[in-house]
């Protein structure tokens, strides 16, 4: 039993620790969201293992978590950061790192469930219907909040909205 959550540890960590950054924003936040996720999973471990998607349950309980320090925590984070910019050149490493972290920033500020949506579509690639059934929602209620997410990044990246000018606008004939 103990190994094969050691195993869970050693193929899920990294997936956690990159989920965990996207919700919190910090490396050490996030360093701690995982620690703590795994604490409580190693604790419900046998019950975990038994159920037909444990890294499922997994994510629930770090999403909990998330969700409960946000709530401690929201008074803090009403800073203000610049917002939008122009995309990085290609080959500019600083400004794609820039850009992430204006990403994350941007991340920090939607609504926390909002972000929650975001995160587990475009982090780690689940479906509607897995997203609603890791949040207790319906899928309708996934695909409007991501719509919202979506729309509020983007209204903070005006150049992330703009039409790619490898594509045609009105289409091929």
């Known amino acids: 039993m103990e ?10 960590s990294a997936t956690l620790f990159r989920g965990a ?13 995982v620690q703590e996720t795994l604490e409580k999973a190693c604790r ?7 159920k037909d998607a444990p890294d499922a349950y ?3 309980i770090m999403v909990n978590l998330a969700n409960d320090r946000w709530r401690k925590f929201r008074r803090l984070t009403t800073t203000s950061h610049p917002e939008g910019g122009d995309l990085p050149a290609p080959g500019d490493e600083y400004g794609q790192v820039d850009s992430r972290d204006q990403l994350v920033r941007a991340l920090q500020r939607l609504p926390m469930r909002m972000r929650t949506v975001v995160v587990l579509r475009y982090f780690h690639d689940l479906s509607d219907g897995e997203i609603a059934a890791d949040l207790g929602v319906s899928p309708s209620t996934v695909r409007s909040q991501l ?18 000018p490898l ?3 009105e289409g091929i004939r």
């Open 21 to 33: 950054l996207v919700l919190t924003g910090n490396r050490e936040a996030a360093e701690d969201l």
């Open 167 to 169: 594509r045609h606008p």
């Open 44 to 50: 419900k471990w046998r019950t975990i293992a038994a």
């Open 58 to 60: 997994v994510r629930r």
């Open 147 to 164: 719509a919202r997410g979506i729309e509020k990044l983007r209204s903070q990246f005006p150049a992330l909205s703009d039409p790619s």
């Open 3 to 12: 190994t094969d959550f050691q195993e869970f540890v050693a193929a899920r």
